[in-house]
């Protein structure tokens, strides 16, 4: 049995199976951002105007959501409008009570949007990662295959050692 032959072959095929497996995860999560029709709005700091089907265009998505999101809440995070409302409903202020609770509501919305893209953005990374790591395990095994014994030039096993 040739052990770096059977490693070898072992190697290329879990190349295979991982360049295969990492292009069909990115082609499924670039097919199902592309379902959803969004495009980068034209007031992000980067790739305005792109339809959003990649990782660029996720994080491009992503961020102008947050700076919507912090414009919308007047720069408040969820917890500060949680602890802002509950302070104002406290003094008795409902209308302020209200207007932070529905803040809050809209920064929960994108803070779930953003969830979304990112962990889109992370599932194209490992995908590329898969890709790489099946590449260079062909190549690992492939070259593992093509080991050939090498000859031993002046060696005899019968001769004298001295």
């Known amino acids: 049995m040739n052990i770096p032959r059977v490693v070898g072959l072992i190697s290329l095929i879990a190349g295979i199976v991982m360049v295969v497996a990492g292009g069909i995860t990115y082609g499924t999560v670039s097919s199902q951002l592309s379902a959803e029709n969004i495009v980068v ?36 995070t969820y917890a500060e409008l949680g602890s802002l409302a509950g302070a104002a409903k406290e003094s008795g202020d409902q209308e302020l009570a209200d207007k932070y609770n529905a803040q809050r509501n809209t920064v929960m919305n994108a803070s779930f949007l953003r969830a979304s893209l990112f962990t889109s ?42």
């Open 41 to 76: 709005p034209d007031d992000a700091a980067f790739l305005a105007g792109k339809d959003v089907r990649g990782p660029f265009t996720a994080y491009a998505q992503a961020d102008i959501i947050n700076r919507h999101a912090l414009d919308a809440s007047e720069g408040n």
């Open 121 to 162: 953005v992370l599932a194209f990374g490992v995908a590329a990662m898969v890709i790489g790591l099946g590449l260079m395990f062909g190549l690992i095994g492939w070259a593992l295959m093509n080991i050939r014994p090498s000859a031993r030039v002046g060696v005899h096993h019968d001769a004298p050692v001295v």
